[in-house]
Structures are given as structure tokens and as C-alpha cells.
């Protein structure tokens, strides 16, 4: 399965990876890293069991790095597309606003 990844996935995966490199172990990114891995993997082989975003169908998330981190992505025929890494500390409405659930 093809795994793109959107401008705003990469920007706020890089802020994330800064965050973590300033505050968080070394063993703290590593599990970041592996679960991220671990995901991945499974999109590749097509085990997509995550929970759904509203009634949307398509759009659906996956907790990686000890459930500090949401990864929203979109579910395509033959591609994944990755919209969004999200720190589950942050405000909630921005998120909305994202993902343009309002």
C-alpha cells in the first residue's frame, strides 16, 4: 500500500520530533520511533483496525509513542495519506480546525 504524506503531516511531525529532542529521553523518541514503525507495518499489510473519526469512514487515527501521540490519516482505494501528527496535550478546537471537522 502506497503511504503519502500531507505538508501538514511533515510540518507537524518535524515539531513534534523538536519538542521530543529537548524535552523527552532518548528511550522516550526510540519508542515514538518503534510504535510509528509499528504502524506503518501495519498499513502495509493492510491490518487497518483503528478507530474511524466521526461518521467519516475514511479518516481515522492511531496512538503512537505511549499514547502521547495521534497520527490522523486518511484511507484511500490503493494509498494511506498520513494528515496529521497530533501531541495530545495540545487544544483540542485547533485540531478541529485542522482536520476541518467544524
Known amino acids: 500500500m502506497k503511504i503519502r504524506y500531507s505538508k501538514n503531516a511533515l510540518k507537524t511531525l518535524q515539531e513534534i520530533i523538536e519538542f521530543l529532542e529537548s524535552k ?12 510509528f514503525e509499528k504502524f506503518i507495518q501495519s498499513l502495509n499489510d493492510r491490518i487497518i483496525s483503528y478507530p474511524k473519526i466521526n461518521s467519516k469512514d475514511n479518516l481515522r487515527f492511531a496512538l503512537i509513542g505511549k499514547k502521547q501521540v495521534k497520527v490522523f490519516f486518511e484511507l484511500h482505494d490503493d494509498s494511506v495519506e498520513i494528515l496529521l501528527f497530533w501531541a495530545n496535550k495540545k487544544d483540542p478546537e485547533n485540531l478541529k480546525y485542522l482536520l476541518n471537522l467544524k
Open 24 to 35: 523527552w529521553t532518548d528511550k522516550e523518541i526510540q519508542n515514538l520511533n518503534n510504535d
